[in-house]
Structures are given as C-alpha cells and as structure tokens.
C-alpha cells in the first residue's frame, strides 16, 4: 500500500463531488455523547479511549469487509472421511476476536474494576460499529460468567467454574482444537433453541441421561451460537426436569459427540456462524440444580440482553457518521447536502433515535454495575425497555441514512448493506419483541420492586419540563395498572420513552433534551423521520461529525 491519491482525472470524465474515504476515525474522541454517558455510567474512560482509537482504523473497516465477504465454511469431514465438525474463518474474523478479546470485551465486567459493566456495554457499541459479527461469541462468553460462577455447590460436578471461569477471563483468544484445560482461553457459546418451540423452551426435547458425576446429551438444537466456540450453555430433559448443561467442545484427545448439521445462511452477521446441531451422547457437565435449568439459564439471558441494547446503538452511530460525511462532502443545487434545512432536518431527527438508544442503554449498564436491590430491579425492567426502543429503532435509522447516500448507500463499496443486514438481528436474538414485552409486563407484576424504582427512575426529574409532567401524568392515567396484553407494546414503548427523557434531563440539559422532548414525549411530530418542526440543529449534529 501507498500513499499515492487515486486518480480522479480520467480519459473521458473527471471525477468531482464524490467524498473521499473517510481515513482513520476515532471512534471515542469523535463521540462527545458516548463519552458523557460512559461518565455517568462510571465507565473506565481510559480503556475505551484506546480501544475507540484502535477501531477507527481505516485498515480495521477494510478488515471487517473481508471478514463478511469470505464467510465462515462448515468443514465436516478430513479428506479421509473422518468427522471433523469444524468451522474455519476468514484471517480477519480472528483478528477481530484477538483485538477485543484482548481488550476485556467478555471480562472487564468481572476483573472487580469500579464500572465494568458500563465498560463492557460502551465496547459493545464501539465494535458493533465496525465488525459486529465477532461480538457474539464475546458477548455470550461474557453472560457465561455469572451462570457459570454460581454453579459451584448445586452441581454434581463442582469445581466447574474454578477450570472455565479464569480461562474466560484472560483476556486471551486461542481458536485451537484442544481440551479447555490445556488452552490459556475459551469462549462459551449457547444452545436452546429446538425446532418444535422457538421461544417456548420448555418444548425442548433433548435427552439427559446421567453417566456417573457427568451426563450424555442426546437431541437436536435448531440454532446453536458461534459453533467453534469451546463449549456451549445448553438445556436438556433430565429425570427431575429442564436441566442446565455447560458441554465442551473438546475431550482429552477426542471431539465431543456435537454434530453440526449446516451452517445457517443468515441474512446478516455473516462473519459469525451460527448453527443447526445435534447431540449425540456428548458429554456434558451439569450447571445449577437439575429441574431448574430455566432458572440457572436466565442470568446468562439477562446479561446477553444488554449487549442486544447496546449493539443496535452502535449501527445507528456508525450508520449516521456515514450519512453525515457524505452530506458533508458533497453538494447538489449549488449548496452542501448538510447546508440544506430538510436534509439536516432528517439527520438532526435520526440523531435523536440514536442518542436516546445510546443514553437509556448506558444507564440501564450502569444498574448491573451496583448491588442494591433497587439496582437489581431498575437493571430487570430496564435492559427489557432499551433492548425494545433500541431495536425498533435501529432499522429504521440505518434504512433512512442508506437513502442520505442515495444509489451509493445501496452499494457493498459502504458498510451501509452490512448495516442494514445487522439492524434487525438484536431484536430477534434473545427475545423478539413481543417476548420482551410479555416480559417486561411479567416482571412488573410479579416483582413490585421493579415498579417502585421505575417509578422512582421517571418521577426524579418531575417539575423539569411541564411537558414532561404532562405525558407523565397521561400515562399514569392510561395505565393505573398492568395494561392488558394486546396493550404491551403500547405500554413499552411510552414506558421506554419517558424513561429515556428523564436520562437525558438529568445528564444533559440541552438542545438534545429539548429538541427529544419535543417530538417524542409532547410528540410535536409528524410519523416518518425527519417530519419535525425546524430546531436548533447545530448542536444536535455535532453529536456525529467526525
């Protein structure tokens, strides 16, 4: 590579008014909001300084196309015709893991440092901007530690967590065809879903059958998580219920009976594999207390739920920083793009989705970093909002910017596609829509705490903003109790948005605040994006000027 400019002089045109590559962009210093709500949030500044930097390397973009462009291959057997069961990736897929591995994107938030939760949800959204295919693996292995942790003492095989959770937590990547204990790091992926239940997993019908201190798992799993992963979370019918199993990868010396049947052909997140697999008497470890694998797996759910709030922030913020370059740099009708009213009319609207997203997402990581039962509860009932709000969101603001763009946003030559393809995943992984909303509608009757601090959350900024005051009010009128189910997403949605308003009056009392309240809390606004009465728009698109 050099240095050397391409031409722009050719033998029969010029090429004008066609922005340049956007270079090195860090990814930090270019995000005043990212690094006022890591504040807040009590995040480690440092770490995500140097991890921003790092990711906004023009060479790291050029990667993550590659690394979606030569998508995983599923090698089932040697030449020989000897099973492997493996799956091989692009050079750049492990390059992206060694780099946020190494960073402590799956175990910052257990190394006991003040804000490791709020750490570990800023580099979710960071990655997610630049190659988010390798979060999965990361993300789950993260959510692992805790199920994992607190398996000692309820399982026939304790100590499990003493051989597993260090290797987590190394701060290593090792992709090699090994026996965790002969490996310096691992990572854990997840095995659920079956075919007959989709989201109903006590349908699931995969067999447990007890081998002295161990098990033998027989069945089949419809969807199984990063598949190269050196074990996996999974349930199983054992004699007394739905049981947890942590089952490895690899044995001393032989492979594990997981047979992997396909490699799903998703419509995104093409760097990662996911997988069709069957259990064939493969050994397993029991994790938790056996009939209550439900229960032992929900704390890996929980946690798996906040990155699925924090990823689609990060596509808005990357999808609008591309927007807002092209509009920078090119013009049409003797004017910039972004000199135009309409144009920065629908930017400044689309920004306004994707800060809210950003600052409701924060807060709620900030509440799995402290202990108090309030926080607990505010984390419950909080990680199901912002994953709803931000998810909705974020194909909408990803498709609006594609069109800023115009033919080139529709082009594989901008990580525009690849935006668009990811936008819809975090809302189907680990609970739809609908899922999130009956459970958020569950843990508010059954958990009268979660109430009492999401109401304590939305009336601490009271008497800020009459407007404010006034939705609040209508909504409490709406609904003085559970709404009834057809009403779930209503609910939700007006719950998340007041939720979001009181964030950002609390932390930043500005033209965001105003400009957020005013056309989605006194909703002085028409239904498509950028249908706003003009606003100071001036501060709202420094948010994404690089």
């Not at 969807?223 to 996996?232: G, T």
């Not at 490699?263 to 990662?272: A, V």
Request: charged letters at 25%; hydrophobic letters at 40%.
């Amino acid at each position: 590579m050099t240095d050397c400019a391409p031409v722009s002089d050719l033998r029969t045109h010029d090429v004008l008014n066609q922005p340049s590559e956007r270079g090195d962009c860090d990814l930090w210093a270019t995000d005043p909001a990212l690094r006022g709500f890591a504040s807040c949030a009590g995040a480690q500044d440092v770490l995500l300084a140097g991890y921003g930097r790092t990711l906004g390397q023009a060479s790291l973009r050029d990667a993550a196309r590659d690394a979606n462009r030569h998508v995983p291959e599923l090698q089932l057997f040697d030449r020989g015709g000897r099973r492997l069961d493996e799956v091989r990736f692009h050079p750049t897929y492990h390059q992206f893991m060694k780099l946020s591995a190494g960073a402590g994107y799956s175990a910052v938030a257990w190394e006991g440092v003040p804000g490791g939760h709020a750490t570990h949800a800023a580099m979710v959204y960071l990655a997610s901007q630049v190659e988010p295919g390798h979060c999965c693996p990361l993300t789950m292995s993260y959510a692992a530690v805790p199920v994992l942790s607190a398996s000692n003492g309820l399982s026939a095989d304790d100590g499990i967590a003493d051989i597993w959770r260090p290797k987590l937590l190394s701060r290593g990547y090792d992709p090699s065809i090994r026996p965790a204990h002969e490996k310096h790091a691992v990572t854990i992926g997840m095995a659920m879903t079956e075919k007959q239940g989709g989201s109903d997993i006590r349908t699931n019908t995969t067999r447990a059958e007890a081998d002295g201190s161990a098990w033998r798992l027989t069945g089949h799993k419809w969807f199984c998580s990063a598949p190269m992963s050196d074990a996996f979370l999974t349930l199983a019918q054992g004699p007394k219920g739905l049981t947890c199993f942590l089952v490895p990868r690899w044995l001393d010396g032989t492979r594990n009976g997981i047979r992997i049947q396909r490699l799903k052909d998703k419509l995104g997140n093409r760097s990662n594999a996911s997988a069709e697999i069957e259990y064939d008497r493969a050994f397993a470890h029991q994790i938790g207390e056996e009939g209550r694998g439900i229960q032992t797996i929900v704390e890996m759910v929980h946690h798996t739920r906040l990155d699925t709030a924090m990823a689609p922030a990060g596509l808005m913020r990357a999808a609008l920083t591309e927007a807002h370059h092209w509009v920078s740099h090119r013009t049409a009708f003797q004017k910039r793009l972004v000199d135009h009213p309409l144009m920065r009319a629908v930017l400044a609207d689309l920004v306004l989705d994707w800060n809210g997203a950003l600052a409701l997402g924060m807060q709620v990581a900030a509440a799995f970093d402290k202990s108090t039962e309030d926080d607990r509860a505010f984390a419950r009932i909080g990680v199901a909002l912002a994953k709803f709000m931000a998810n909705k969101l974020c194909p909408v603001v990803v498709c609006e910017a594609m069109e800023i763009l115009g033919g080139m946003g529709y082009i594989e030559d901008t990580p525009l596609p690849m935006l668009y393809r990811e936008a819809p995943l975090n809302g189907i992984w680990e609970g739809s829509g609908n899922v999130i909303c009956l459970d958020a509608l569950r843990t508010l009757t059954s958990e009268p705490r979660a109430q009492q601090v999401l109401n304590l959350e939305m009336d601490a900024v009271a008497g800020s903003d009459r407007r404010y005051d006034i939705a609040l009010q209508a909504y409490r009128q709406r609904w003085a109790g559970p709404p009834p189910e057809a009403e779930a997403r209503w609910f939700v949605e007006q719950t998340a948005l007041l939720l979001t308003a009181s964030v950002l009056i609390r932390q930043a009392r500005d033209e965001i605040t105003e400009a957020f309240i005013a056309t989605r809390i006194a909703e002085d606004r028409g239904r498509f994006s950028g249908a706003v009465r003009e606003m100071n728009t001036d501060k709202i698109l420094s948010q994404i000027a690089s």
